[in-house]
């Protein structure tokens, strides 16, 4: 049976990596990528996170919005009096007020907490931003993985049949006494090393391709190898420059820091005087017509704090430190995303000169293995030496396979340093939608009244 991958020609083009040729109905590394996207929770679950900020900006209107209240109260008396016959004397008295208020002036705190909700929003985002980076760079490493499991295995199954022939091949010749049982200890010797190598490969595959599962909730069928990246920095100094611009995680520190700042602000807003307005109708009936009444009043109301509370000064004292906090937070994500840069660049050259190296390799394997096999036609070598060349040249193969993936992963991993492994970056914003397009959730207290009519 022709076995997968077998025979491949491996293929370079410039920086381009492939490890052979795929069928027309392969899937390829897009559709893994899309997969992700729809089935991971993660990433549903970042984004209502973000739908929950977004909303947070509504309710900075809570300074500014009309206030109703209505309240009832029924009295009723029985007292002791020496006046009255029988001794007791009852009244009932019912009141109904009803309240309306609203700040014609807050101090200018709605203002100032829409800006620090939507400083907040933009830290969300770029976390969220991170949460697709960390998906997408998973799902690409399990496609890679499953492809590189596969081609293990397909070199170790060769390695098994070629190492299976060699025993078969002593056998005959010890039978014949043209060879030694040594000769053919050392061949079964070779075959049990080369199918414990065969099961660890079998192994990793299988566990390549539950990972695949879970990242995508698809089976990995007929994988296809992408390309290598090829709008990558070309120096260590451009690739940690563009990180410290655009990684999410400096975003989002970035993002808190001027929050952070904002947050004085707003608290300066909450100390400001204060304009209201408020009108009031109230009713009561008692006993008696002399009682009864029915008031409308109209206030306007101005208010100022005439002192620094220490509650307000302690405050202060906790929006400093929050803001240190996030200026040291800044100041280590650009650190740590310029060095996260400059070891995924320093990787992906170290990837292409091993690549450059074993390819190199297996073309002077295989060029001994022929050699070796042409003296032993000719009685120079042993059927050990050639088994030997010919396992020289499987190591190297297998080699390679791990060359050739170290490069495609090395490619993508510095992209997810660089911030640009996000949807919208590798133009996957149609799959799950972007975050502006999410609709608000449905509100639980829809009505005017909170107390009728309400799920």
Same mark, same amino acid.
Request: aromatic share 4%; charged share 20%; glycine share 6%.
């Given at each position: ?177 043209? @060879? &030694? ?7 079964? %010797?070779? =075959? #049990?090393?080369? +199918?414990?190598?065969?099961?660890? *490969? ?95 009043s109209a206030q306007l109301t101005m208010s100022t704090p005439l002192m620094i509370?220490? @509650? &307000? ?7 400093? %430190?929050? =803001? #240190?906090?996030? +200026?040291?937070?800044?100041?280590? *994500? ?108 449905? @509100? ?12």
């Amino acid at each position: 049976m022709q076995r997968f991958l077998r025979g491949l020609a491996l293929t370079i083009v410039g920086p381009g990596v492939f490890f052979g040729s795929y069928s027309a109905f392969a899937s390829d590394l897009e559709t893994t990528m899309r997969a992700a996207l729809v089935h991971s929770a993660s990433l549903a679950a970042a984004r209502q996170n973000w739908i929950a900020v977004r909303e947070d900006i509504g309710t900075n209107s809570a300074t500014r919005d009309w206030k109703a209240t209505g309240t009832i109260t029924g009295t009723h008396a029985r007292t002791d009096a020496a006046t009255v016959s029988g001794g007791y004397k009852d009244a009932q008295t019912a009141v109904g007020t009803i309240s309306l208020s609203k700040n014609l002036y807050d101090g200018g705190q709605q203002t100032e907490g829409v800006k620090l909700d939507q400083l907040l929003l933009d830290k969300e985002t770029a976390t969220y931003e991170g949460r697709e980076q960390t998906v997408l760079l998973a799902a690409i490493e399990a496609h890679l993985a499953v492809i590189k499991a596969k081609r293990d295995v397909e070199l170790n199954l060769i390695n098994v049949e070629r190492l299976e022939s060699h025993v078969n091949a002593a056998q005959i010749r010890v039978d014949a006494g043209a @060879a &030694t049982p040594t000769r053919l200890a050392e061949a079964e %010797a070779r =075959l #049990a090393r080369g +199918r414990s190598s065969l099961i660890v *490969a079998e192994t990793a595959l299988s566990n390549a391709e539950d990972s695949f599962r879970v990242l995508t909730g698809t089976d990995p069928a007929a994988l296809e190898v992408p390309p290598a990246l090829t709008n990558l920095p070309q120096t260590v100094i451009e690739a940690e420059e563009f990180a410290r611009k655009s990684h999410p995680d400096v975003l989002a520190a970035r993002a808190g820091e001027l929050a952070a700042e904002q947050s004085f602000s707003t608290l300066t807003a909450s100390v400001r005087p204060s304009l209201a307005f408020s009108l009031n109708a109230s009713d009561t009936n008692a006993e008696g017509e002399g009682s009864d009444k029915t008031v409308l009043s109209a206030q306007l109301t101005m208010s100022t704090p005439l002192m620094i509370t220490s @509650a &307000t000064r302690a405050k202060t004292r906790n929006l400093s %430190a929050k =803001l #240190a906090a996030a +200026r040291y937070a800044r100041d280590d *994500a650009l650190r740590s995303s310029g060095l996260q840069a400059r070891e995924t660049f320093r990787n992906l050259e170290t990837a292409r000169g091993q690549l450059a190296a074993v390819m190199a390799e297996v073309e002077a394997s295989r060029l001994v293995a022929v050699g070796i096999r042409n003296e032993f036609e000719f009685g120079q070598k042993t059927s050990l030496d050639v088994q030997d060349a010919e396992q020289d040249v499987n190591d190297a193969e297998i080699r390679l396979v791990s060359a050739q993936h170290g490069v495609l992963t090395a490619g993508y991993r510095l992209q997810a340093a660089l911030g640009r492994l996000t949807s919208s970056a590798m133009g996957l914003d149609d799959v799950i939608g972007t975050l502006q397009s999410e609709p608000a959730p449905t @509100a639980r207290l829809g009505k005017i009244l909170p107390f009728v009519g309400n799920d």
